[in-house]
């Protein structure tokens, strides 16, 4: 099973309004990430929260982390129609794992002008 | 954008055929990774190297095989195409803590 799962699977929302979606994890971690993906193409990474962190902020993205209940939340403020896209969360369980990254499931996210 | 280029970008393919999906990047990072995304978005890790003459299989069961002869070119193969492969391929290679992905390979084995 994945390491990581997100929640809701799609999300529509008007533009101006927020964002915000979910992922949960199964194992410790060394840290977090978010990324994006655009209908067709790769991925792009967003932001990163170490498992020390609470939470981060960039721009209109604010993440935080939770480590007790092995979760996630990304929110995007003032979404805009531009912001539509795929969201994944990825897991770095550190070096001793093979410096792989496990992705959640991924949020479908529709902003509507 | 980042420097790491796939190509075909679309491929259309019949059962048997071998096929060799192309992935390089210019940054000159070591670690490299080969991911299937399903229709359903889930990405699963088949392929991943440490560096030049190093690859290691991923979580994903998979009928390809990789090379990493050079640092900056990681191909995918698949020796004979069959219809469970249609899937998108997306390339990525990581320095540091980030991951940076190609633009993906989608294959369609009819």
């Known amino acids: 099973s994945q390491q990581g799962e997100e929640d809701p699977q799609a999300l529509s929302i008007q533009e101006g309004e927020n964002a915000t979606m979910n992922c949960s994890y199964k194992?410790?971690?060394?840290?977090l990430q978010w990324y994006r993906q655009n209908s067709g193409r790769g991925l792009v990474h967003l932001i990163l929260?170490?498992?020390?962190?609470r939470e981060k902020h960039s721009g209109r993205l604010r993440v935080t982390l939770d480590t007790s209940k092995k979760s996630s939340s990304l929110l995007i403020t003032a979404s805009r129609a531009a912001d539509t896209a795929s969201y994944f969360c990825a897991t770095d369980l550190g070096a001793g794992t093979g410096n792989q990254f496990y992705f959640g499931t991924g949020t479908s996210l529709t902003v509507i002008p | 954008e980042a420097d790491i280029y796939q190509t075909p970008r679309y491929l259309v393919i019949g059962t048997g055929k071998k096929i060799t999906l192309e992935c390089s990047q210019t940054m000159g990072h070591d670690k490299m990774y080969w991911y299937q995304q399903d229709p359903g978005m889930e990405l699963h890790l088949i392929h991943y190297?440490?560096?030049?003459?190093?690859?290691e299989k991923g979580d994903l069961s998979s009928e390809s095989t990789v090379s990493r002869i050079r640092t900056e070119h990681f191909p995918l193969t698949l020796e004979s195409a069959r219809p469970s492969h249609t899937s998108q391929y997306l390339c990525?290679?990581?320095?540091?803590?980030?991951?940076?992905f190609g633009p993906g390979t989608r294959l369609t084995v009819t």
């Open positions: 194992t410790s971690i060394n840290n």
């Open positions: 990525a290679s990581r320095q540091a803590y980030e991951q940076y």
């Open positions: 929260i170490r498992s020390n962190e």
């Open positions: 190297s440490y560096g030049v003459n190093s690859t």
